[in-house]
Nanobody
Framework: QVQLVESGGGLVQPGGSLRLSCAAS??????MDWYRQAPGKERELVAG???????NYTDSVKGRFTISRDRAKNTVNLQMNNLKPEDTAVYYC??????????WGQGTQVTVSS
């Protein structure tokens, strides 16, 4: 049974930082990604990391967000610095298995506000 457990969301002031974590279990995962969806907006890819270590970021978070993967713990992290109000969204973890099937976490709310 594949399970993705997310943590780290919350309320932070502009310029602050948060660290999201996603612990995946129940399969072997070749890639893990972070997506986000703001109210009235489409879900978008924020950052991703493959099993080979290749990184990918959307332009709006480059230089501010860092994705990393702890293979021993099967966990992907998203360090978010210099947060902006437009970063406010529900953040979702997605993990892809060796068969190409993706699994979603439950989502964690990130709110950036004064």
């Amino acid at each position: 049974q594949v399970q993705l457990v997310e943590s780290g969301g919350g309320l932070v002031q502009p310029g602050g930082s948060l660290r999201l974590s996603c612990a995946a279990s129940g399969s072997i995962f070749t890639a893990m990604d972070w997506y986000r969806q703001a109210p009235g907006k489409e879900r978008e890819l924020v950052a991703g990391i493959t099993s080979s270590g290749r990184l990918n970021y959307t332009d709006s978070v480059k230089g501010r967000f860092t994705i990393s993967r702890d293979r021993a713990k099967n966990t992907v992290n998203l360090q978010m610095n210099n947060l902006k109000p437009e970063d406010t969204a529900v953040y979702y973890c997605n993990a892809r298995t060796i068969t190409g099937i993706g699994y979603w976490g439950q989502g964690t709310q990130v709110t950036v506000s004064s």
